[in-house]
């Protein structure tokens, strides 16, 4: 049910889809050419198979979760400003394309290692904390209601506005339910949780709830637009999920978007890749991707460690 192939999907499909993505990032749609393979360059010229900062984030995500045995915010914390300060985890081995939401939150926790720095104001709802997200519902996913509670507080961190927590809430019950081999009629129906009653106790904002009910199944572009507003990339992750039938599909969908290309890339390549597995990812794509090795490392371990978390 929760197979190991699925977990490396999701984190895999996660580091592809900023891969791709990274190429067309910045790229305005309409006057892009579409990318139909991973191809690099982009604007930090980066090799085929390099990625950004969504996949470092969740690669210090995921070795936070790992080496702790379990959910530490300051620990998470102390990893991104590794990664910030001496490109820890870097596809380069060095620190390019962080966001000023999540530069201004690792500057914040610098100063007062506070756990939970991310701002509340309603400008910070960026789409940081949600591009990472895939270690913490993989982690928890056999216990769903912890899984999309620890899902809000991991973007407490750098993103503390609502719209970003309820965000990862949401997207996290969708990679439980993935992980879990749930079908994608079901996955993409009306407010889908896999802890049961979970949105009646516990709504979403209604911008999240929206996305939840289904707005992206009525929309296509340039009403789907991928920016670096969390709802936005939460719509056209879940746009390019819903309108195609491959993994490769609807990641090229995804990205071809340009604008924030690497973030919906990454958002939807967490969700595709637990839904359809590892096996469904183009070898090509495969083996090419800095660090897939270690990256694959990391699922693994999530999901052996997952296996041992039964009660809250």
Request: charged share 20%; with cysteine.
């Amino acid at each position: 049910m929760y197979s190991i192939e699925r977990y490396c999907g999701s984190l895999l499909g996660l580091a592809v889809g900023d891969a791709l993505g990274a190429t067309l990032e910045f790229e305005t749609p309409g006057s892009l050419t579409p990318i139909t393979d991973m191809v690099g360059g982009g604007p930090f010229a980066l090799k085929p198979g390099q990625w950004t900062d969504e996949t470092s984030m969740a690669l210090c995500l995921a070795e936070s979760l790992i080496e702790k045995r379990g959910f530490d915010p300051v620990d998470q914390l102390t990893r991104y400003c590794q990664w910030y300060r001496k490109g820890y985890l870097s596809s380069l081995g060095k620190c390019f394309s962080i966001g000023m939401i999540v530069r201004g939150a690792l500057e914040k926790f610098e100063r007062s290692g506070e756990p939970y720095c991310g701002s509340s104001e309603t400008y910070s709802a960026g789409n940081g904390s949600l591009i990472r997200l895939a270690p913490v519902p993989l982690f928890y996913a056999r216990i769903p209601q912890q899984a999309i509670e620890k899902s809000g507080e991991s973007s407490r961190t750098t993103h503390g506005v609502q719209t970003a927590i309820d965000a990862c809430r949401y997207f996290g019950a969708l990679l439980v339910g993935a992980v879990s081999g749930v079908d994608k009629q079901t996955l993409l129906s009306k407010r889908y949780s896999p802890a049961l009653g979970y949105w009646e106790k516990h709504p979403l904002v209604k911008e999240i709830d929206e996305v939840a009910c289904g707005s992206f199944k009525k929309k296509n572009p340039p009403v789907i637009r991928s920016t670096g507003y969390v709802v936005k990339s939460l719509e056209a992750a879940l746009w390019a999920f819903y309108r195609s039938k491959t993994f490769e599909s609807g990641a090229l969908l995804a990205v071809n978007l340009g604008n924030d290309a690497d973030a919906t890339g990454a958002v939807y390549g967490q969700l595709a890749g637990a839904f359809y597995g590892e096996q469904a990812i183009p070898a090509r794509w495969l083996e090419r991707l800095s660090k897939r090795n270690l990256i694959k490392t990391y699922a693994t371990i999530l999901g052996k460690l997952g296996q041992k978390i039964t009660t809250i």
